[in-house]
Nanobody, 116 residues
Framework: QVQLVESGGGLVQPGGSLRLSCAASGSILRINSMGWYRQGPEKQRELVATITSGGMTNYADSVKGRFTISRDNAKNTVYLQMNSLKPEDTAVYYC??????????WGQGTQVTVSS
């Protein structure tokens, strides 16, 4: 059994910053890619950022230059540093991990609200 536990969400004013963390635990042989997705009110879940085990990153156009994804392979943890937050970033953020050979797992989600 594998669990992904997210933390770091909350309420922040526009222009502010938050850092999300997601730790994977359980029967893990190897984690391929890890990433963050989000689902805003009445919207479909969308990709925010992903990172491979080798550190290659991919970002949605809407967050490029503002968000930074990173990971600590020794701790099976992925982070999302979010700067210059906008109201349209408000969403539930979900952590994703693809375990070897190709099994996707999801966290329970953490709410991020950007509002004055």
């Amino acid at each position: 059994q594998v669990q992904l536990v997210e933390s770091g969400g909350g309420l922040v004013q526009p222009g502010g910053s938050l850092r999300l963390s997601c730790a994977a635990s359980g029967s893990i042989l190897r984690i391929n890619s890890m990433g963050w997705y989000r689902q805003g009110p009445e919207k479909q879940r969308e990709l925010v950022a992903t990172i491979t085990s080798g550190g290659m990153t991919n970002y949605a156009d809407s967050v490029k230059g503002r968000f930074t994804i990173s990971r600590d392979n020794a701790k099976n943890t992925v982070y999302l540093q979010m700067n210059s937050l906008k109201p349209e970033d408000t969403a539930v953020y979900y952590c994703n991990a693809n375990l070897f050979p190709d099994f996707p797992y999801w966290g329970q989600g953490t709410q991020v609200t950007v509002s004055s």
